[in-house]
């Protein structure tokens, strides 16, 4: 829905990507570019407003077919319309104004040429239809695709996942995070008895002669394409309600059917979950669409309004603590970390999967808050500072621009420390809460280009944070802080930082108590008061690194 501000905003043209590719040393082709940007010519003149997504899904023989009514606004007046699709998947027709649409096929990529005049404000449906066997997932949530398994009743059991192969795995759409309708139909149609258990709210369910039930699901609201997904298998479901800051919200669970009693027991996190996001993160943003946990066999994925949960009913992350300290093994990380996405993923998603830190970042860092809220503050610095072990900087954060291409997996653990550190920067709770909220309120509902979201926490912080981010989400040094103790005086710069990196520091000058030190890569000198050189400390909260290099000199 927000392609005509990314159009406005984003700054990337293909010989930028080009260059930046050229730059990480890698290389991509032409389909990589056709499923990345979002400003190539068959996409950049329309913009989603609706999709009417109809699919027969067939676990006898593993096949789908269907069809999706593409609603768009016309920006400028085109000719060619890129509609996506994966291989083995085939489109069959396209139509509109109840007319043949011809089209040509490069790769996974369909170009359609509709005959109707294309003006700048029109309104215009294309219908694709399509069949196929889709591709089978590998590794779920990672690999996606379909998952056609059973419980351990042997009832069939069939779930999707495409977040970052791209939802045109299984449905044809405008494969990219940078535009979203503004609501979505989601009509699928599955055997008896299975149930069907999608995004939104379900609207109408309809029986037919052949044995199978058409599950009616409606989103009232912008939703990216990778979050609509099939939950079809022998579900139980039971409900509750939440009193939030925007009213009643709906919670919806959706256990296997004999998984409702552990199900009971685990989901009254989801409210524990809720009080504590909407305290640093504001409102939930789909309070028509409800919330819902729906279990799958996988480990869960951040599917908006039907969360994806397949953590076995248990604390930790299928019995692992990432943090190391205990912490993580008191909570459900799906329940946590998944629903995070509701706000920072979902709410404010990334137009381009290079930015994908928005996303994960955060909800890594919302673990944290989580811990935070259950057991205090320095629990839940204990907790973000325990997932540091898992940082490998092994390539930065942020990739290339328009390949669709994802960066290192350090988006989790050190995109998480990184904030971490900023709240330090900020040094005030209600002033680092209120920029958590601000970013849900101001980019509400909204796609946006990672680089908003760091100018928006620079605005607010009170300091230029462009040299923070450079450095933890564009290379892969962590700034390391050389210091001298001579006497009663500490010299110290930073090393190995980006130019210009002039990051704020709290280190100890005299007993027990930190002082805000403004390091640059000059050598500088502070009086220091402290007993014995021994007694030097750098706030652990900051993700640095320490050096002392008194006697190498
Ligand atoms: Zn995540």
Redesign the pocket.
């Given at each position: 829905m927000a392609l005509l501000r990314s159009l406005l905003g984003a700054a990337l043209g293909l010989a930028q990507v080009a260059t930046a590719a050229a730059q990480a040393g890698r290389s991509f082709t032409r389909a990589d570019t056709l499923r990345g940007s979002f400003t190539t010519p068959g996409r950049a003149w329309w913009d989603v407003v609706f999709y009417d997504l109809h699919v027969a899904v067939n676990p006898n023989d593993s096949s789908i077919s269907g069809y999706n009514g593409i609603t768009y606004r016309v920006l400028t007046p085109g000719r060619e319309l890129q509609v996506d699709l994966m291989a083995p998947l085939a489109v069959d027709s396209m139509v509109q104004d109840r007319r043949a649409v011809p089209f040509r096929r490069d790769g996974n990529a369909y170009f359609a040429k509709p005959s109707t005049r294309q003006r700048a404000g029109d309104h215009h449906t294309i219908t694709v239809y399509y069949h196929g066997k889709p591709r089978v997932a590998t590794r779920p949530p990672w690999e996606g695709g379909f998952t056609w398994t059973s419980d351990s009743l042997g009832r069939p059991w069939v779930v999707t996942t495409d977040q970052g192969m791209g939802a045109s795995v299984w449905w044809p759409n405008k494969d990219t995070q940078a535009d979203e309708p503004d609501s979505q139909r989601v009509a699928l149609t599955v055997p008896d008895p299975m149930i069907d258990v999608s995004n939104g709210r379900l609207r109408r369910l309809t029986h037919h002669a052949d044995g199978t039930t058409t599950y009616e699901w409606f989103v009232v609201n912008p939703i990216n394409n990778y979050a609509i997904a099939v939950g079809a298998g022998s579900y139980d479901h039971y409900s509750d309600l939440f009193q939030g800051e925007n009213g009643l919200l709906t919670l919806d669970f959706w256990p296997l059917s004999y998984h409702r009693e552990p199900a009971q027991r685990q989901f009254v996190q989801a409210t524990t979950m809720l009080q504590c996001f909407e305290h640093w993160f504001g409102p939930y943003p789909w309070y028509e669409d409800g919330y819902k946990l729906v279990e799958v066999p996988h480990p869960g994925m951040?599917h908006q309004s039907a969360v994806a949960y397949g953590n076995w009913y248990a604390n930790g992350y299928r019995g692992r603590d990432a943090s190391g300290t205990g912490l993580g093994l008191k909570w459900d990380f799906i329940i946590v970390?998944?629903s995070a996405?509701e706000w920072f993923?979902n709410n404010i998603t990334a137009k381009d999967n290079a930015d994908m830190w928005v996303?994960?970042s955060f909800?890594n860092y919302a673990e944290g808050l989580y811990t935070e809220c259950l057991f205090g503050k320095q629990a839940g610095a204990a907790y973000t500072v325990g997932t540091r072990r898992g940082i490998r900087n092994d390539r930065p954060i942020i990739p290339p621009y328009g390949v669709n291409d994802e960066g290192s997996g350090d988006m989790?653990p050190k995109g998480g420390n990184m904030l971490h550190t900023i709240r330090q920067i900020v040094d005030d709770d209600e002033k680092w809460r209120a920029i958590l909220r601000g970013l849900n309120q101001t980019f509400w509902h909204q796609t946006v280009m990672g680089k908003q979201v760091e100018d928006y926490i620079s605005a607010h912080a009170g300091t230029d944070l462009t040299r923070v981010f450079d450095q933890y989400l564009r290379t892969t040094q962590v700034p390391v802080l050389e210091y001298r103790i001579e006497g009663g005086t500490l010299s110290f710069r930073w090393t190995d930082v980006v130019p210009g990196f002039d990051m704020p520091l709290k280190v100890t000058v005299s007993p027990d108590t930190f002082s805000v030190v403004h390091p640059t890569a000059a050598w500088q000198t502070v009086p220091l008061r402290l007993a014995t050189p021994a007694d030097f400390k750098v706030d652990p909260n900051y993700y640095v690194i320490t050096r002392n290099v008194t006697t190498s000199r």
């Open positions: 951040e970390h998944e996405h993923g996303h994960e909800a989790y």
